[in-house]
């Protein structure tokens, strides 16, 4: 069955350096991989899509990576902030329109100051 | 422009009670999906509307549920009985494009059942 793995339940990071958060997946081909935040009590919000023929992705602070051969993608946020403390949602999917979006449990990440 | 709207943030029921969980979707937005999210685990997909028509309710996990969309535009979902495995948060999400686009989640129903 198709199985998202997110690295670890809880990363902390100091201040300005650089988090990375990972996400595995198995017995999935996916054309595409979207990354959500979501705080306490809020709904995710959408960050980033990245699709298998893209190899990396950009916004501000935040990088993505696609590695369809590994089955993996990488989520960097670099100078890392307080503010940037959060879950971290990664979730393939497909192009059909009809194949759910599926999540992984999420990266509690904790920016230390 | 209003996003997603649910109601009631919160509500606590006992046990064989019903519950109605409502969600107003972005304007002009046809997809409209419904997921779970159970204490300690992923968020799950329940089911997909496109407009009034479900596309998807694969994700649904028994007859006590019933999703509704009237005219395509709020939906509501309806758990009766409740059980005390239904407590969780209910989120509803809305886009454009299905699944291959953005989705735009609402804040959540957390649904408590005693």
């Known amino acids: 069955s198709q199985k998202i793995e997110q690295n670890s339940e809880a990363l902390n990071i100091q201040e300005g350096k650089t988090a990375t958060l990972t996400c595995n997946y198995t017995?999935?081909?996916?054309?595409?991989l979207q990354w959500y935040r979501q705080d306490p009590g809020r709904g995710p919000v959408f960050l980033l899509l990245?699709?298998?023929?893209?190899k990396e992705k950009r916004k501000e602070r935040l990088k993505v990576t696609f590695d369809t051969t590994l089955k993996q993608s990488l989520f960097h946020i670099t100078a890392s902030q307080p503010a940037d403390s959060a879950t971290y949602l990664c979730?393939?999917?497909?192009?059909?329109?009809?194949?759910?979006?599926?999540f992984g449990k999420g990266t509690r990440l904790s920016v230390i100051a | 422009e209003a996003g997603v709207t649910q109601f009631p943030s919160h509500s606590v029921i006992e046990k064989g009670q019903t519950v109605t969980l409502r969600c107003d979707p972005i304007?002009?937005?046809?997809?409209l999906y419904w997921y779970r999210r159970v204490m300690g685990k992923e968020i799950k997909f329940l089911l997909h509307?496109?407009?009034?028509?479900?596309?998807?309710e694969s994700g649904m996990p028994n007859n006590r549920f019933l999703a509704e969309r009237t005219g395509g535009t709020y939906s509501t979902l309806k758990v009766q009985p409740a059980e005390l495995e239904d407590s969780g948060v209910y989120f509803c999400?809305?886009?454009?494009?299905?699944?291959?686009?953005?989705?735009?989640f609402g804040e959540g129903s957390r649904l408590t059942v005693l």
């Open positions: 999400a809305s886009s454009l494009i299905a699944f291959t686009g953005e989705l735009f």
């Open positions: 017995n999935y081909s996916p054309a595409y």
């Open positions: 990245i699709r298998e023929n893209e």
């Open positions: 979730a393939p999917g497909h192009d059909s329109g009809n194949t759910p979006l599926v």
């Open positions: 304007s002009g937005h046809d997809n």
């Open positions: 509307f496109v407009k009034e028509s479900k596309q998807d």
